[in-house]
């Protein structure tokens, strides 16, 4: 479903107005956007949807869409948008400053603003941190029948399966993911925090998820949700001194091909790189920050400690993400 209510034609583009396409859908935003405003003087009009309805829509309203901008979370999805031609290359000293090159597009086509890292949790009343160290570890016959994942053709799994083909190859990739597929307790279900609770309930020893559903569970007000947080531990895998590090994944954006307001469209983006915005992803979605200068005031990610991250270009999620999901079929991680 999409909410919202943009008018269908272009506009002067001297207008100081902005008509962002979003697939975030956290409530936290609002703050981001009002201060976008606040500081810009641009008003912004917001159309909230699906990452595949806001491709289709934009793709459907042609030259003539109002989209300036379109953001979404994961890299696949940027791909997806990318792969469509719905987006134009943008060339910025800022976003090139201030972005790390393996958390952007190579030609410009969409950034990464926030990120996600996917680890493994473990049930700290059977388990040691140091029991399951890498990604490589999940195949292993040891873990059979105490594992809990999300769908292989989520794309959150097919991002991290893209990244096992950039690191070790289709071969070895496939018999890593039917090594998982064989492992699971269950059959795939839910979403990453009906894994974590898996693990929190005794259900499985140890899931797949993203930090910031945990981040949620450890900030929460609930106090069933705390004590789900408390009963688990997290791994950030691969991180030997001559490993690859930590699979990350972004929230990205990107200026639409046609947009009518390019110079605001622009100017957004170089926003979402500053210190302020990159706090209000921080505190608003316990995600960390994508500059690598901003400092990280989020009790929960704090507690986690630091990591090294894979740095292998996200870009590769997009272009090994149908290769991906052919090796997740074939494996029966479905």
């Known amino acids: 479903m999409i909410v919202g209510c943009i008018g269908s034609a272009p506009v002067l583009s001297q207008e100081q107005v902005l008509n ?8 936290t935003d609002e703050a981001l956007y009002a201060d976008f405003t606040k500081q810009t003087g641009i008003r912004l009009n917001r159309i909230e949807g699906g990452e595949d309805s806001l491709i289709e829509r934009i793709r459907n309203e042609g030259a003539r869409s109002p989209a300036d901008v379109l953001i979404t979370v994961d890299a696949g999805r940027m791909w997806r948008a990318e792969e469509a031609g719905l987006l134009q290359g943008v060339k910025s000293k800022v976003l090139e400053a201030r972005i790390p090159a393996h958390l952007r597009d190579p030609n410009g086509m969409w950034f990464g603003f926030s990120v996600r890292a996917r ?18 570890d999940l195949a292993d016959p040891r873990w059979n029948g105490k594992l809990c994942a999300r769908s292989g ?56 998820a993203n930090t910031y559903y945990y981040a949620r569970l450890a900030r929460s007000a609930k106090a069933a949700e705390k004590a789900v947080a408390d009963k688990v531990g997290v791994i950030f895998p691969n991180q030997g001194t001559k490993d690859r590090g930590t699979h990350v994944n972004i929230s990205g954006a990107g200026v639409v091909k046609s947009a009518p307001h390019r110079d605001n469209a622009i100017r957004f983006l170089e926003y ?41 270009n996200v870009a590769n999620f997009g272009r090994n993400q149908p290769n991906a999901q052919k090796i997740l079929d074939r494996a029966g991680w479905k």
């Open 153 to 208: 053709s989520h794309v959150y799994n097919l991002s991290l399966t893209a990244s096992m083909i950039g690191a070790l190859g289709d071969a070895k990739a496939e018999a890593w993911a039917k090594g998982v597929a064989a492992n699971l307790a269950r059959s795939p279900r839910g979403g990453d925090t009906d894994q974590i609770t898996g693990v929190a309930s005794g259900e499985c020893q140890i899931a797949l």
């Open 272 to 312: 979402l790189a500053s210190d302020s915005a990159q706090q209000y992803f921080t505190q608003g979605n316990n995600e960390w920050p994508a500059v690598p200068t901003v400092a990280l005031n989020n009790p929960a990610l704090n507690a986690l400690g630091k990591f090294r991250q894979d740095t292998q």
């Open 20 to 27: 962002l396409y979003s697939a975030r859908h956290y409530d």
């Open 119 to 136: 680890v493994i949790f473990y049930d700290k009343s059977k388990l040691k941190a140091t029991d399951i160290t890498r990604y490589e």
